[in-house]
RNA sequence: GGAGGGUUCGCAUAGAGGUCUAGUGCGCACGCUUGGAAAGCGUGUAUGGAGAAAUCCAUCAGGAGUCCGAAUCUCCUACCCUCCGCCA
């Protein structure tokens, strides 16, 4: 959600940041909606203060014809208030839904582009490997080595489902403890959450009212989330934050459900694109300053940047185009591994930044030095997701008998074997 | 699942239909006092909205209602606490 004030004041800017986000709304419409609220707001205030008045009157006088002739008076106030109100209520809430369809602005230095495919490579590391035997894919290497159950886990789940199975369960439990160690050492406190989570969160964070085909519901109204930012953010909301405890980091481990309602015929096979999966994901509060949120943003890619590098899997980083943005995002980053079998590159990591888009829609503040009170800033980034990224370490890493080499890194979460055979 | 008690300004509490325009204590800020400090005294100190300002409006968990008037009465929802039942 956008300041109201904010979208009044730079309506162009607000309007040019739609469009390239490619979302179709009308900001002149809104502002005269706004305007009409306002109207309407005074009218209503005005008419509550003069009820407010009269009523200490009555209380005070002595009078009791007098009391009777203020009471019937008020009467007819009141009913000219229940009118307005009315009205006014369905302008608030006309104002509301327009209010949360508004996109935060994109950077500057967002690219312009209507999908994925546009998206901007800013950078590339290490080499693709290079084979003297026909590369296989996850699914074949996994089978064979049994480390993924695919029949099974569409017998028991259906369409996406898996089962992970012996070194296949060894390997990620490698993934989960090493990046625990990794990002602690970076100052983030780990935290597992409650994934089922209740519809504010969802509202604060950006994933619904849009969205909501994409979620799982319950029927006590709850969803589950596709990631740990929900809960994450959900975390302080309504919270008046101390200062100096800012810049908040967490790093949130939990189970991840996504329907991928929009996604059909996509991916269909394999570990890539599953209803059910794992992440650890970073999310950042931090004070509302557009330069410590770029700082940020930087930081979160590049600690994701450099756990890929420890793997040793080739990658390259995405600006993401502003149709490829969420809702909230100002900008964002994407990492991408190598996939030999595939000959291309696919997505392991999301990073963004929020300015006090989800923030403001949460109600997460602080008092800064001055005494003023602010929206903090939020940011979140993928550390990293299993069991996506086990089809990056397999396709990697095989080698011409079928085994699949352990990144050095991962060893020691292994017990020390340096193969899966 | 059942019964009862709660949710008020950063924290703790008062508040039971009309001077509640939400009081008090703690904390915090400023001032007086002091060589300096503490104590003491004084003043201020919730959030959001409208307005150039004076000021006005809203908010006592959230929503709906009764009333000229609601923190206070009624109903619904959420959460917390205690007890009973069930349970990894």
Known sequence: MLDIKFIRENKDIVQAGAKKKHVDINIEQLIALDDERLKQLKEVEELRGEVNRVSNDIARDQDETLKIQLIEEMRAVKNEIKTKEEKLKIIIEEWQQLMLRVPNVPDISVPDGKSDEENLEVKGWGDKPVFDFEPKDHIEIMNKLKMVDFERGTKVHGFRGYFLTNDGV?????VWNYTMDFFSSKGFSPIIPPILDRKENFLGTGFLPQGEEDLYKTQDNDYLAGTAEVPLMGMHMGEI???NILPLKYLGFSPCYRREAGSHGKDVKGLIRVHEFYKLEQVILCEA??????KFLEELNRNTEEFIESLGISYHTVINCGGDLGLGQVKKYDIELWIPKENKYREISST?????FQTRRLG???????G???YAHSLNATAIATPRILVSLVENFQQADGSVLIPEVLQKYMGGKNSIK
Request: proline share 0%; hydrophobic share 25%.
């Open 372 to 374: 003023k009170m602010q």
């Open 364 to 370: 997460i503040r602080y008092k800064d030095e001055n």
């Open 170 to 174: 060894r390997l990620s439990f490698a």
């Open 289 to 294: 300053s557009h330069e410590t949120s770029v």
């Open 241 to 243: 934050l101390e200062k």
């Open 352 to 356: 963004s930044y929020y300015h006090d």
